[in-house]
Structures are given as structure tokens and as C-alpha cells.
């Protein structure tokens, strides 16, 4: 019990000390709306706006020659260049980022918005063409530069369409430093409820630890079963299996338009099994081996991407916008089940990476470098493997 009090203090000053800390919130708010207002009247003098700390995406050339692309398009067209952090005013998502800076600038347009790590995205806000764009061409392996300007290509060649204002995206989650309550209101709160909390964790707390470890062993021997995690045996015989069956098609592939990149393939995904044992590299193997297979079952050397919540799932032919665990919301490739399937069901495929069950895009290594780029898939792995 001595040492349960002494925790509980322990917590409680550290909570007090937390809480404090956000006092400076307002001046970063002001900051935030400092920023928007900056970028907006950027935008009413040229539609290209890259802020000074990604200058790295774009360089002078580039943004002469978009900007020159966007005033022949003949539709309005805005192009931002940003960080999207989670501790600003965007939360970390581009759609909602655009929302904010669309109202903010008050004009009709498709904007685009890249963020800190070269990611794309876009809204169309009453502009008449048709929105739907493919996926490959804003998360091919090409340049920043190249995918811009494949995207206001297909804006400006788009078909007509009625102009449409996409739904209000949702405010993503507060943020701590959001809060700002008052340090007689912390005080008060604390006082009022820890006393209480003492006694009750006392008396509660021990038999909940018991059952909670209870819980854990059996979802614990439960995930031995799940479907939808891998661990490192399994995920090496699903990489072999996977690996054979490219290898069979392979072997019937006279005269398949996919033959090519089957085999690009088949030479990184044997390559990268000879070398690397990590999960995400394992799983690197069934993919690549699994987009060999859909290039000849599909007869092109341009397959489509693998469903990002779950690759087994098959190929993903359109774009959604979904919410991952650990990713923003924004456009990624779907398989046609998930975009109709219930948020708890939608739930991406799970490695055990260091003794944790983590969702497969968060492996580290190869999904850290290649960021599950789709185009040059085969390529990206070999320069992964440091293969010219």
C-alpha cells in the first residue's frame, strides 16, 4: 500500500507538472493563423506557394515551370508546399489542411498540398471537372516535380463535370497543447478527485491487475490464431509459397505483357529473401511476388496497387480516403470490400516486429525507405538492397 501511495503522488505531480506546460498554447494558435494568412495572400499574387522550410521539394525551376503549367490549364489551380505536422492547425492531414486554407482564401480551385515528406494530395472545390483521379499518378516513383505536373495535366484534360464542394473533413483530434486551463482550475480538480482515486485504487486496483493480466495471456494466445497477424515462421512461409507460385507463372509467361515486371519481381523479391530476415523485408517478399502475379494475371506491365490496409486482400483498382492506426486520413488504395466494410473490421495486417504487433506499414527498414511506392516497386527494393 506504501508503494501505492508513493506512485500515486508520484503521478499525480508529474500529471500537474504536464498539464502546466500548455500555458503557451494561445501564442501557438496565433501562430498557426499567422501561417494560413501568410500562404493565402501568397496564393492572391501566385498560385505557387512552397513555405521556406520544405524548400527542398521544389526548386526554383520547378515551381516557374509548374506555376507556367497551372496558368495555361484553364481552371483555377493552387499548389502548396508545407509541413503537416500533428501539432498544428492541419492535425497532420492534408484534406483538413486545405479545408482551413480554402476558406481562408475564399476561391474556387483544385489545391494541392505536399507535404514534409514529398506526399501528395488533393481537393477540387467548385471547379467543373470530374475529381476522381488515378492514384498512380500522384504516389508513382517519379519526382515531386513529375507527379505535379502529371496531376494538373489530368485536371486540365479532365472531363466536364458539375462543380462540387467535397463534405467538411473531420477536425482532426485536439491536440494537449490545445488545452489551456488555468492553474487555480488544475489545483482544484486535482484536489477534488485524487483523495477519492486513492482510496477507491486501493481497494480496486489489485483485483483489476489480476484480471487484466488474465485478459492479456488470453488475447495473447488468441493472436497466435488471428489471420491477420504474421509472425516470423509464418511470414517466411508465406514469402517461400509466394515466391514458388511467381516463379510456376513465370513459366507460362511466352508472349504475357507482364512478363517483364513479373520478373523485375522475381529478381528483387529473391534477392531481397536471400538477404534480409526482418519481418518488413519478409513481407516485402510476398508483395513484390504478389504484384509479379497480378501483372500476369493481368497481361500489363503496369498492375494495380495492392490494398493498403491489407495487400493478401488483392488489387486495388480505385482510391478511397480511410483512416489507418498511425497514418492521417487520406487517399490510398483500396480493394472493393474495404471502402464497404465497418471501421472495426477494416483493420490492417499486423507483423510482430521486436516482440510487438504492429501494423505491417509501420515495419522497420524497406516500408521506411520505398514508403510502399507502387510504379517502380522492383527497382525501389533494389536500391533498398544497394543493387545497381
Known amino acids: 500500500m506504501r508503494a501505492l501511495v508513493s506512485r500515486s503522488v508520484a503521478a499525480g505531480l508529474l500529471a500537474l507538472s ?106 477540387s472545390y467548385q471547379v467543373p471537372r470530374k475529381t476522381s483521379l488515378d492514384f498512380g499518378i500522384a504516389s508513382g516513383g517519379t519526382s515531386l516535380p513529375g507527379r505535379l505536373h502529371n496531376v494538373i495535366d489530368a485536371f486540365t484534360r479532365a472531363p466536364s463535370a458539375a462543380p462540387s464542394t467535397p463534405p467538411t473533413p473531420r477536425t482532426p483530434e485536439p491536440n494537449s497543447r490545445d488545452q489551456k486551463p488555468s492553474a487555480a482550475k488544475l489545483a482544484g480538480e486535482f484536489a477534488k478527485v485524487f483523495f477519492p482515486v486513492l482510496i477507491v485504487s486501493a481497494v480496486v486496483l489489485w483485483p483489476l491487475w489480476l484480471i487484466s493480466r488474465l485478459v492479456f495471456v488470453g488475447v495473447r494466445r488468441g493472436v497466435r490464431g488471428d489471420s491477420r497477424t504474421f509472425k516470423q515462421r509464418r511470414l517466411r512461409r508465406k514469402a517461400a509459397a509466394e515466391l514458388t507460385r511467381l516463379a510456376e507463372a513465370l513459366g507460362h509467361a511466352d508472349g504475357n505483357h507482364g512478363r517483364g515486371r513479373a520478373t523485375a519481381d522475381y529478381d528483387a523479391a529473391r534477392l531481397l529473401y536471400d538477404e534480409r530476415s526482418d519481418p518488413g523485408s519478409l513481407f516485402g517478399v510476398v508483395v513484390l511476388a504478389l504484384d509479379g502475379q497480378d501483372a500476369l494475371r493481368a497481361d500489363t506491365a503496369t498492375p494495380d496497387p495492392r490494398c493498403m490496409v491489407d495487400p493478401l486482400h488483392g488489387p486495388a483498382p480505385e482510391t478511397a480516403r480511410v483512416r489507418l ?64
Open 18 to 123: 504536464l498539464l502546466a506546460s500548455v500555458a503557451s498554447a494561445g501564442a501557438a494558435s496565433a501562430a498557426d493563423a499567422d501561417r494560413l494568412d501568410r500562404i493565402a495572400a501568397a496564393l492572391r499574387r501566385s498560385p505557387v506557394f512552397v513555405d521556406p522550410d520544405v524548400s527542398y521539394l521544389l526548386d526554383a525551376r520547378d515551381r516557374a515551370a509548374l506555376g507556367k503549367q497551372i496558368g495555361a490549364a484553364g481552371i483555377p489551380i493552387y499548389l502548396v508546399g508545407v509541413p503537416l505536422l500533428r501539432e498544428d492547425e492541419s492535425g497532420g492531414e492534408a484534406d483538413y489542411f486545405t479545408y482551413l486554407l480554402q476558406r481562408r482564401l475564399g476561391r474556387p480551385g483544385v489545391y494541392l498540398v505536399a507535404d514534409q515528406n514529398g506526399d501528395l494530395d488533393w481537393t
Open 325 to 388: 492506426p498511425g497514418l492521417p486520413e487520406r487517399r490510398r488504395p483500396l480493394c472493393a470490400a474495404c471502402p464497404q466494410a465497418a471501421k472495426e473490421e477494416r483493420q490492417p495486417l499486423m507483423l510482430i516486429i521486436d516482440g510487438e504487433k504492429r501494423p505491417y506499414y509501420q515495419a522497420p527498414g524497406l516500408w521506411e525507405k520505398i514508403r510502399g511506392r507502387h510504379a517502380n516497386l522492383p527497382e525501389d527494393v533494389l536500391e533498398y538492397l544497394g543493387v545497381e
